[in-house]
């Protein structure tokens, strides 16, 4: 898995940018002054476009995944990576959207706030009518994120919970506004979950991978959910498994490190 800058043919991926913006002329104001970025996962998995807008801000003008790729986490590590690989270059990044609800909540997921709208943005600038998600495109809503200038890569090294999170990689334990400690710490937190430590503990064992039953169809749901985090929890479980949980960590926060210097 890695993030590329590609500097070659940046219209070879054109066919990928037309799904997050159906005009070709649109596109080619922003494609060859911008920084087009890969996502390789055995195969392409995401595109997007950067350009410099002057005074310390970036703009992130396109960014796609590919539809059978797609809530499995690959937008927000790829937006991850963009704020590592600008802080210091740039203070601010925006980013404008249409005004859909799943598209605006993506990006505040990813820490973007509202900061103004360009009214008939997409009646003025398109030759067609722009459709998503059943809504007719309008105006175009700007939100806008600060760049730190320091990215601080957060390890993890205690306790493996029953459902097998990798808690340095959990979005929660790595925010900067009231982080979870993790399961070492915020024991209470965990101990009171029903759906696996206490259901471990009625077992008498540690890991959902020691239950005859895994994965139950409770787990595979939890797991599934999870993929847009960008961790597998059966695949979390095989290699607790395969090598406990000391060197667990030892994997996963390698692996978290890599994530963050792409």
């Known amino acids: 898995m890695d993030i590329v800058l590609s500097t070659d043919d940046k219209k070879q991926y054109l066919d990928l940018l037309l799904l997050a913006d159906e005009s070709e002329s649109m596109i080619d104001r922003y494609l060859e002054r911008g920084e087009l970025f890969v996502f390789n996962d ?4 995401a595109v997007c476009v950067v350009t410099d807008e002057g005074d310390g801000v970036c ?7 590919t539809p059978e790729s797609q809530r499995q986490g690959y937008g927000k590590r790829l937006i991850k990576h963009l704020l590592t690989y600008y802080s210091g270059r740039y203070n601010q990044m925006i980013v404008g959207t249409g005004d859909v609800p799943s598209s ?8 973007f706030e509202y900061s103004h709208r360009i009214e008939n943005f997409f009646t003025n600038n398109y030759d067609h009518q722009m459709i998503e998600d059943g809504v007719l495109l309008k105006d175009m809503v700007y939100l806008k994120r600060n760049i730190p200038e320091n990215i601080t890569v957060k390890t993890y090294y205690g306790r493996v919970p029953a459902c097998g ?26 101990e009171k979950c029903k759906t696996f430590h206490l ?3 009625e077992k008498e064992i540690t890991h959902c991978y020691q239950c005859e039953v895994f994965p139950c169809t409770k787990f595979k749901s939890f797991a599934k959910r999870w993929l847009k985090y960008g961790q597998d929890f059966i695949e979390n479980q095989n290699v607790l498994k395969q090598v406990g949980g000391i060197e667990f960590l030892k994997i996963y926060n390698e692996k978290t490190n890599n994530e963050d210097r792409l």
């Open 42 to 45: 055995n195969g392409v998995k």
């Open 59 to 65: 703009e992130l003008k396109n960014i796609v995944v």
């Open 104 to 111: 605006v909540g993506f990006y505040k997921s990813c820490g």
């Open 165 to 190: 999170v990798f808690c340095g990689g959990c979005p929660i334990y790595t925010r900067d506004k009231k982080p979870c400690l993790g399961t070492e710490l915020n024991k209470d937190r965990c």
């Open 199 to 201: 259901c471990c503990v």
